[in-house]
């Protein structure tokens, strides 16, 4: 299935076109947005990652990436960049996740810079796959 995210590098989608685009997964994105935002204390940075990723909503934590969202028609892709200690951990808990990312995880190879997890989002189970891994990443702030 081709990815149709928005490469319209012209004009920058607010919060609502984006949601408009993802259609079905609308919950889901705000969902995971939400935790995000309230888990590490960040706000969202919307920017054109070119012309093969189009606009995407990036977290940082600290200067540190900590995901990044890439909304397309009816669907949208996480990115988690997994260092060795986090892969590790995931490896060993591979029970813990449900078939997609599972298969992500086992599926990705690890380079000198780390695991690079592509996640295309299918359902809510798959977001609470990717809050675990975010959690495995990185600590939540303390409240």
């Not at 004009?11 to 919950?27: I, S």
């Not at 995880?105 to 989002?121: A, K, Y």
């Amino acid at each position: 299935m081709p990815f149709e995210r928005m490469l319209n590098k012209a004009r920058q989608p607010d919060e609502q076109e984006m949601l408009a685009v993802v259609g079905p997964l609308a919950g889901c994105w705000e969902q995971l947005n939400r935790f995000v935002q309230t888990t590490y204390e960040v706000q969202p940075v919307v920017h054109f990652g070119g012309a093969k990723y189009g606009w995407e909503i990036d977290y940082r934590k600290g200067g540190r990436p900590l995901c990044a969202l890439y909304p397309e028609q009816n669907a949208f892709t996480v990115l988690i960049v997994l260092g060795a200690k986090e892969t590790a951990q995931a490896v060993e808990n591979l029970e813990i996740f449900h078939p997609n990312v599972r298969a992500c995880l086992e599926d990705t190879p690890s380079f000198h810079d780390g695991r690079w997890l592509w996640i295309r989002v299918q359902g809510i189970q798959d977001v609470e796959d990717i809050e675990k891994l975010l959690v495995m990443k990185r600590k939540p702030v303390k409240k």
